[in-house]
Structure formats: structure tokens, C-alpha cells
């Protein structure tokens, strides 16, 4: 009831006001467990999935949103739990990952539909990083659940870091057809399969969003730009100090 009426109050006004433009929506299934993995460009990309489908999507989400005291932690757990998202712990990467993995199967088991990003962590430049094997191959082997890619289009142009306001445009949703891994059922423990199954919806990802492809991870590359943007200023800070 509260994925219901979250859904009408935030995603009605959500495709009034920016018309977002969908392909490929026959290949939700009506009914039954799916996985849905996506790129990831934009915070809003929780929201704007959800709000073209039929069907509730639960996606993962980091349990401080959850858990923050006083009245506006109070509100912003009930609006997370309110368009369908569930809290993991992520203050142990392994434990996080097992918890991530556990919630995904309990939400397939039941027949839903599970929201996954298999790069782990927003897209810091736009372009499409490598997938983490460790949950979407895992969860796709562990129930047998077909994967559906997901592409997201122009949602970082949106509200790019440090606007408040966000623009109004039209971003896109592609959907691409389910894909089949039951060949590999049982093996989700195998590296080699896990790193093959992710491989494979990543490259479907990418022809579906049209990215330009980076084989790294999205957290290592951020860390490479928060490492360059602090040296560059660290370079300023010394031809500053050696002007004066």
C-alpha cells in the first residue's frame, strides 16, 4: 500500500514533469521473479525506473538512510521503504555484499522484481565501468531468475554535482530482452562463470545505452579522480606559496 501511494505521490509527477521516454517495456514480465540490471548515472535513476513499470522494483540501499535519528531520519526512512528499497549494511564490504546477495534471492523467492547495478556505485564521468560479479551473477545463479539490462539515458544531465535545481528535460529508459544464465545454475561459486555472466550483461548494457566502455571499476576510477583533483591542488597551493 505505502510502494503504492509513494509511487503515485513521487513517480506521477515525475513523468508529468520530465515525460521520460521508454523502449522496450514488453520485455518486463507480467508476472514472476527478474532481475532488472542497470547502469548507473544518477540518484534519480531509483525513481525513474520504478515510476514507468506496472510492477514494484526493489532496489538495495544503504542503511543510514534507514537508521538516521530524529524527524527527518524518521522521514527519510519512510520515503526509502516507501518506493521500495532495502538497507544494507555496508560498513563491512563482505558482510554488505552477502547481505545484498541474501536480500536479492528473498525478493526473487517471493516472485518480485530486483532492482540490481552491477557497477556498484554511480558512474562518475557518464561513461560505463566494469560490473562487480559478486552480486548480480551470484543472485541471477542462485534463483535461476532471468536478467533483464536496463539502460539509463541522460539522467546525470538532470542535476549535475553541485546544481540544486533541477533541469528539465526528457531522459530515456531502454529495456533490453531477458537473458537466460540457467546453463550456469549451480555455479555460482565459480569465479571465472561469475565474471563471464557479468561480462555478458554489461556488453548488453552498453549496446543498449550506447556508452563509451572503461574496463575498470566505477570506485577505482573515482578514486583516481579524487586523487588527481587533490594533487592539482596541492600543485596550486605550492606555485602560490612560491610566487609569494
Do not use: C
Not at 508529468?16 to 548507473?40: D, K, Q, T
Not at 531509483?46 to 514494484?56: C, E, G, I, Q
Not at 554535482?161 to 540457467?182: E, S
Not at 563471464?196 to 563509451?212: C, F, N, P, R, W
Request: glycine residues 10%; aromatic residues 8%.
Amino acid at each position: 500500500m505505502l510502494y503504492g501511494t509513494m509511487k503515485v505521490a513521487i513517480g506521477g509527477p515525475l513523468k508529468v514533469a520530465f515525460r521520460p521516454w521508454v523502449e522496450g517495456l514488453e520485455n518486463i514480465p507480467a508476472e514472476g521473479a527478474a532481475i532488472l540490471a542497470s547502469n548507473h548515472l544518477s540518484f534519480s535513476d531509483s525513481f525513474f525506473l520504478p515510476a514507468v513499470l506496472d510492477r514494484k522494483v526493489t532496489f538495495i540501499a544503504k542503511a543510514e538512510y534507514f537508521t538516521t535519528p530524529g524527524v527527518k531520519g524518521r522521514l527519510t526512512a519512510a520515503f526509502f521503504k516507501g518506493v521500495g528499497q532495502l538497507p544494507v549494511d555496508r560498513s563491512g564490504a563482505r558482510g554488505a555484499g552477502e547481505a545484498a546477495i541474501k536480500s536479492g534471492i528473498e525478493v526473487l523467492e517471493r516472485g518480485e522484481l530486483f532492482g540490481i547495478y552491477p557497477e556498484g556505485t554511480r558512474s562518475p564521468d557518464g561513461r560505463l565501468y566494469r560490473g562487480k560479479p559478486g552480486g548480480l551473477a551470484r543472485v541471477a545463479l542462485a534463483t535461476g531468475a532471468p536478467v533483464i539490462p536496463v539502460a539509463m539515458i541522460d539522467t546525470e544531465k538532470i542535476q549535475p554535482p553541485g546544481k540544486v535545481v533541477p533541469k528539465l528535460m526528457r531522459p530515456g529508459i531502454r529495456i533490453g530482452k531477458p537473458m537466460d544464465f540457467a546453463r550456469y545454475q549451480g555455479m555460482e561459486h565459480d569465479r571465472f562463470v561469475l565474471r563471464a555472466v557479468t561480462d555478458e550483461v554489461m556488453y548488453e548494457i552498453m549496446k543498449l545505452s550506447g556508452q563509451e566502455y572503461v574496463d575498470i571499476y566505477a570506485t577505482a576510477a573515482k578514486r583516481q579522480i579524487a586523487d588527481a583533483a587533490k594533487a592539482s591542488k596541492e600543485a596550486e597551493k605550492a606555485e602560490k606559496k612560491a610566487e609569494s
